[in-house]
């Protein structure tokens, strides 16, 4: 009996998800072209509710067209299949049920055989929840993950999909807004970038940015200068930010340049935020998955508010290049690895092996099935790496101990 594979895409956007529904169904049409293939639309709520729509031969004969495209087709929802009170206050769930057992009941009633998970890693520990639920009942269902984070912080994979061309589009948006330097004397811009508990993508950020100056041709005498377009800091959440220490560096620069750039890593300083709205009895707003909502607190707006005067800024300007980032289709760094990755993850949920396919930093790097318990998230981002401090070096910031 043919195969029924269901798909779905969780979390939040990076630029991998359409890609890596297209490679998938691609990869399946090749090697099990007789397989049924369905979507859960908005991820696990939709298996939840069974709203799932049916892959038709047409579609397969036009899912190339996915490439071109970011975002996800089927749609994503934040959704924790563990997370109880969050599913009954959302009506996902009646009270008194398993909602473990409402989507292993769904899959069954759908027919289906594997099911392919393309997520971070709260995607992917719900799916091994999932896994597990289904093996200790008996259900016969392969779950293979597919990683995906635009902040690269799954533990133990090297790369996730969809991060080098977030920091590409990062790094293009920067390029944009860093013009803005002179609308103003003394002007400080923040470019607040993603990485909730990782720096990676703020890093890479900057990485490929200051890459682009280094390609760039300038006239001082007229004002197009480096030291203006430079990046003049770069703050990630592992490293400790001593502002005093940071304003009194970073007024020279305004001082002698006329201009501030510093590209933040939207987790940098959460700590010191969170502690300031406890301290004033403010609520701090977190997500189902017990997140503090980012966008809700606005971290750009608070260090902006931090340096703007002790700068001596006469201009401030916050852009968060996220969502642009985010939702841009896969460059070809990006769907090399995302054809590699789903190929295999075709390949091993047909043979009936469960797991997350990634580049296992444990093995070598070595695109591999791993194991779900294996599985984790809030990998940090490495601040001793030779790249990295050169880099802060460059830029005349101390480099973390």
């Known amino acids: 009996m043919p195969n029924t594979i269901a798909l779905l895409t969780a979390g939040g956007f990076a630029p991998c998800l359409s890609s890596s529904l297209a ?4 990869r399946y049409t090749q090697v099990a072209p007789n397989a049924r293939i369905i979507a859960y639309r908005h ?11 049916e892959i038709t031969p047409a579609d397969r004969a036009g899912i190339q067209r996915l490439y071109a495209f970011g975002g996800s087709p089927i749609g994503n929802s934040r959704v924790k299949l563990t997370n109880i009170p969050d599913l009954i206050a959302r009506g ?26 393309i997520g971070g ?21 392969t779950v293979v993950g597919v990683p995906k984070t635009v902040d ?41 970038i993603m990485g909730r508990n990782c720096g990676y993508l703020a890093a890479e950020t900057t990485r490929r940015y200051r890459a682009w100056l280094d390609q760039q041709e300038w006239l001082p005498n007229v004002g197009l200068a480096r030291e203006a377009w430079e990046v003049h800091a770069c703050y990630v959440p592992e490293a400790h930010i001593d502002i005093t220490a940071e304003s009194e560096r970073l007024k020279d620069v305004m001082n002698s340049v006329g201009n501030v750039n510093i590209f933040l890593s939207e987790g940098a300083g959460v700590d010191d935020i969170v502690a300031d709205m406890t301290k004033t009895g403010q609520s701090v707003p977190r997500d ?68 997350v396919v ?30 990295f401090t050169k880099m802060l070096a460059d830029i005349g910031q101390p480099v973390p101990a």
């Open 43 to 53: 991820g696990y709520e939709g298996l939840l509710k069974g709203d799932s729509l």
């Open 288 to 355: 189902a998955f017990g997140h503090v909502q980012l966008d809700k607190i606005n971290p750009g707006q608070w260090f902006a508010k931090q340096f703007s005067t002790l700068l001596g800024a006469d201009k401030v300007m916050v852009q968060k290049s996220g969502y642009f980032a985010r939702s841009a289709p896969s460059n070809a760094e990006d769907l090399d690895l995302i054809r590699r990755t789903c190929a295999m993850a075709v390949d091993a949920a047909l043979a009936g092996e469960t797991g």
């Open 23 to 26: 490679a998938l169904i691609e």
């Open 152 to 192: 690269n912080d799954i533990v133990p994979i090297r790369q996730s999909l969809g991060a080098w061309t977030a920091a590409e589009h990062g790094a293009r948006f920067a390029a944009n807004i860093i013009a803005e330097h002179n609308s103003a004397p003394r002007e400080l811009i923040v470019h607040e």
């Open 358 to 387: 990634g580049m296992d930093e444990q093995a070598g790097d070595a695109l591999s099935v791993i194991a779900f318990p294996r599985i984790a998230g809030h990998k940090p981002f490495d601040v001793t790496q030779p790249w």
């Open 121 to 141: 890693d709260d995607t992917n520990t719900t799916a091994a929840d999932l896994a597990r639920y289904l093996a200790d009942h008996d259900y016969k269902l």
């Open 92 to 117: 996902l769930v009646p009270g008194g049920v398993n909602p473990l057992k409402v989507a292993a009941d769904q899959l069954v009633g759908d027919g289906v055989t594997i099911l392919h998970t």
